[in-house]
């Protein structure tokens, strides 16, 4: 059974900085693809960045240039980092996994960590 440990997020102030951490277990022989979506209330969940097996990543137009994604294939784990947040950066934030290369490689959501931008 895979499960998503995720950590990080909380309250800040507008121009700080957070770190979200989703670790992956359970997944046997499978290529995980790592990525974050969020969702504010009111608005529907959107993406934000992702991270492939090869570390390719992606970044959402909004978040270019402040936040970087990064992995830890050795804990099939996955970060992150948020810089000079900005009130609009409040919402809940998901990892989802991607899983690939078998029958039992499925997808995953994370429980979500909620990110709260105070201007």
């Known amino acids: 059974q895979v499960q998503l440990a995720e950590s990080g997020g909380g309250s800040v102030q507008a121009g700080g900085s957070l770190r979200l951490s989703c670790a992956a277990s359970?997944?046997?022989?499978?290529?995980?693809?790592m990525s974050w979506f969020r969702q504010a209330p009111g608005k529907e969940r959107e993406f934000v960045s992702s991270?492939?097996?090869?570390?390719?990543?992606r970044y959402a137009d909004s978040v270019k240039g402040r936040f970087t994604i990064s992995r830890d294939d050795a804990k099939n784990a996955a970060y992150l980092q948020m810089n000079r947040l900005k009130p609009e950066d409040t919402a809940m934030y998901y990892c989802?996994?991607?899983?690939?290369?078998?029958?039992?490689?499925?997808?995953?959501w994370g429980l979500g960590n909620q990110v709260t931008v105070s201007s």
């Open positions: 989802k996994t991607v899983g690939y290369g078998g029958p039992r490689c499925l997808n995953y």
């Open positions: 359970g997944y046997t022989y499978c290529t995980v693809d």
């Open positions: 991270i492939d097996s090869d570390g390719s990543a």
